[in-house]
């Protein structure tokens, strides 16, 4: 069984920081790509930044320069460090893993953590 387990939202004041985490496991596997989707109320969830095996990290416009995504290999672990927070960062943030088993390729997603971020 695979599982994402997302952790480190919270409620923070504007230009405040978080870091968020997605733990994977499971049985063998290997992880081809992660990443970070958001979603508000009333709005489609969103890309907020992914990085893939072999290419440099990829991010919205709205957060460039204030989100950082990176992996830790050993853990499994994919984070986003997020710096300098607005108000219009308030969502429900949510992991993203591809992952290869065997011949399979498939998609899994966290149970989502809320950020919340105050003026």
């Known amino acids: 069984q695979v599982q994402l387990v997302e952790s480190g939202g919270g409620l923070v004041q504007a230009g405040g920081s978080l870091r968020l985490s997605c733990a994977v496991s499971g049985s063998i596997f290997n992880i081809l790509a992660m990443g970070w989707y958001r979603q508000a109320p009333g709005v489609q969830r969103e890309l907020v930044a992914t990085?893939?095996?072999?290419?440099?990290?990829s991010y919205a416009d709205s957060v460039k320069g204030r989100f950082t995504i990176s992996r830790d290999n050993a853990k499994n672990t994919v984070y986003l460090q997020m710096n300098s927070l607005k108000p219009e960062d308030t969502a429900v943030y949510y992991c993203k893993v591809i992952l290869k088993r065997i011949t399979l390729i498939n998609t899994y997603w966290g149970q989502g953590t809320q950020v919340t971020v105050s003026a």
């Open positions: 990085v893939n095996s072999g290419d440099s990290p």
